[in-house]
């Protein structure tokens, strides 16, 4: 079945530094988000992205898709503790009901 | 995107009881939820598709009869964990299917079971 790979899984950087997450699908997506779970809390939607080469930016946040529309990255400059949380990439599961795959995730830390 | 709640927030119950976590669409009617357990730093796994009217899809691994899937409306969905057991203390979150594949997520409900 379908797999989404999240690099790295742990992150901890100094604030201020540049952080970025990688993720890889086993096949090819329509689409890809992004969501972001603070400790302790519940998967908030980012952004999605459809088209080939995509970037999207949110303010310190920049998103892109692939090429192939098989990888995705957030990068986030300059980071704050506001960004601290788990940031975690879905890809359409397949099929007709919508569900998404998950990747594992990259818990990101920052010290102030 | 669509505000989803949960309740309760945290349950804590005997080893045996049931368990009933429901989830509410506020402002969205939601044909598809999905209902999702988590472990500590870990990702999430989806247990099943809940479709209104209709009987849940559950994933590979997840007993039916153990979670018990209801979507009676269009703005209600309920799981009941059976005879719970302390090995299903977790945290479960449920979504509601949005627009273009997107899910917005309910805040949780930690379940501890003694």
């Known amino acids: 079945g379908q797999q989404v790979m999240q690099i790295p899984q742990y992150q901890h950087v100094q604030e201020g530094e540049d952080f970025t997450t990688y993720c890889n699908s086993s096949t090819t997506l329509s689409n890809i988000q992004w969501y972001k779970q603070r400790p302790g809390g519940h998967p908030v939607f980012l952004i999605q992205l459809v088209k080939s080469g995509e970037v999207k930016k949110q303010k310190r946040l920049t998103f892109q898709f692939g090429e192939a529309k098989k990888n995705s990255s957030l990068h986030i400059t300059a980071t704050q503790t506001t960004d601290v949380g788990t940031y975690f990439c879905a890809g359409p599961g397949g099929g007709s009901n919508y569900k998404l795959t998950f990747g594992k995730g990259t818990l990101l830390t920052v010290n102030p | 995107g669509a505000v989803v709640s949960q309740h309760p927030s945290r349950v804590i119950c005997k080893s045996g009881t049931s368990v009933k976590i429901e989830c509410r669409s506020l402002d969205f009617q939601a044909t598809t939820m999905f209902w999702y357990r988590q472990f500590p730093k870990k990702s999430l796994m989806l247990m099943a598709t809940s479709n209104e009217g209709s009987k849940a899809t559950y994933e590979q691994g997840v007993e039916k009869d153990k979670f018990l899937i209801n979507h009676a409306s269009l703005t209600l969905s309920t799981l009941t964990v059976t005879s719970a057991h302390p090995e299903d203390s977790s945290f479960y979150i449920c979504?509601?299917?949005?627009?273009?594949?997107?899910?917005?997520f309910g805040p949780g409900t930690r379940l501890t079971v003694l």
């Open positions: 979504s509601v299917s949005g627009a273009f594949d997107t899910q917005y």
